[in-house]
């Protein structure tokens, strides 16, 4: 018989996506994977249109339609203050799970090691593997999950190369401090080591918390590859429009290994989208302000119920705590939920490298008040799964 890649055989299918067909066979109200359920800007739809009729229709430069990369690289240093070349640090990919993929696939050669911050996003594990690196899991520990330095420090000691660093992160909703990103940026610099960047909930934060750019700490924009995504931003995460940004020298790979994984990324959308890119602060702040709306319902019918859970800083996930239900099996708790209450939620241990069966991972990115009124009427009944 056939021998098949070993690699691919050592992680499973994403467990996220899984419980939205889960959603699906049982009819439950989708709290699983997390996308927006309301449509994108009007002025990006109206571009949309226009394009449909006018073109672009092809492909776009490999690395992204010229005008589309310049729009980021403003963005970007707007909010940042980081300047990036958009002719030689840029690469536009197909969503941020590419632009992840892409950057592991180009800082790290088979053997290497990753250090990944755990509970993690579950693509990162499975980056390394198929990179041909060893992950090395560094624990964030409940309830602020901070991180220990030694730790941290101890996964490069034993030869990590980079470190993917999810801010804010999913799926907890931990938004690292300044202090906390110095201290690792320290660590950084003492093994002269890469950090990749997930950053595609940046605007998605509630105060006091802020966002702090990592590649614009003092030293670090050498040391950092951001990967970021227009998805949840702009609410088009099937729009598929991610990218790379960094270096030029490792830019210049993570375009050659774009390249061949999907050439481009759609010409049309990223036309659309730059009307986006070009946004006032008026809508980052209005889109803050509605998540935190969203945030703040849910959270307060959860306490209703009296369920515990960790409140996030950023995203729009909450970790909930199920282990009042007496569940040895926090998987069979969701389909159980999903079968009995008609609610998806997805398994905490899908995220965590420890033995961990006490969370489940909600999600709060609904336009509409009555779907979220709704989600917590479905959960009073919760309790029909106590063991």
Not at 73 to 102: I, Q, R
Not at 142 to 171: V, W, Y
Not at 351 to 361: G, V
Request: net charge negative.
């Amino acid at each position: 018989m056939i021998t098949l890649s070993n690699r691919s055989s050592t992680f499973t299918d994403s467990v996220i996506r899984r419980m939205s067909r889960v959603c699906a066979q049982y009819g439950a109200l989708n709290l699983a994977q997390g996308f927006p359920d309301y449509n994108p800007p009007r002025p990006m739809l109206d571009r949309l249109a226009q394009v449909a009729h006018e073109g672009p229709h092809q492909y776009a430069t490999t690395w992204g339609a010229q005008n589309f990369r310049e729009a980021l690289c403003e963005k970007v240093k707007h909010f940042s203050g980081l300047e990036y070349d958009p002719n030689s640090e840029v690469a536009v990919t197909c969503g941020g799970t590419e632009a992840m993929m892409a950057a592991v696939l180009a800082t790290v050669n088979p053997g290497d090691k990753v250090a990944i911050f755990s509970p993690f996003y579950e693509n990162y594990g499975a980056d390394a593997i198929l990179s041909g690196a060893e992950p090395i899991f560094v624990p964030l520990k409940p309830p602020t999950f901070a991180f220990d330095e030694e730790e941290l420090r101890a996964a490069f000691r034993a030869g990590a190369k980079a470190l993917i660093l999810c801010n804010p992160s999913n799926p907890s909703g931990k938004v690292f401090t300044r202090e906390e990103l110095l201290k690792i940026a320290a660590i950084v610099k003492e093994f002269d080591a890469f950090v990749i960047t997930d950053e595609v909930y940046e605007h998605i934060i509630y105060a006091p918390a802020v966002h702090t750019h990592f590649a614009a700490l003092p030293g670090m924009r050498e040391h950092t590859i951001i990967c970021n995504s227009l998805s949840k931003t702009y609410s088009i995460t099937g729009w598929r429009l991610g990218y790379v940004m960094g270096p030029a020298e490792p830019l210049d790979r993570v375009r050659k290994v774009h390249d061949f994984l999907t050439v481009g990324a759609a010409a049309p959308l990223q036309e659309a989208a730059v009307v986006g890119l070009r946004f006032g602060d008026d809508y980052y702040e209005q889109l803050q302000a509605e998540y935190t709306h969203r945030r703040n319902l849910f959270l307060s019918g959860l306490d209703s119920l009296g369920l515990r859970y960790f409140k996030p800083e950023g995203t729009y996930f909450v970790l909930v705590d199920i282990s009042r239900f007496g569940y040895d099996d926090d998987y069979q708790f969701c389909l159980d939920l999903a079968e009995k209450v008609k609610l998806g939620a997805v398994p905490g241990s899908s995220f965590f490298r420890e033995p961990e069966n006490r969370y489940i991972r909600l999600h709060f990115a609904k336009g509409d008040d009555r779907v979220l009124e709704d989600a917590i009427n479905r959960l009073s009944k919760v309790s029909i799964l106590q063991k």
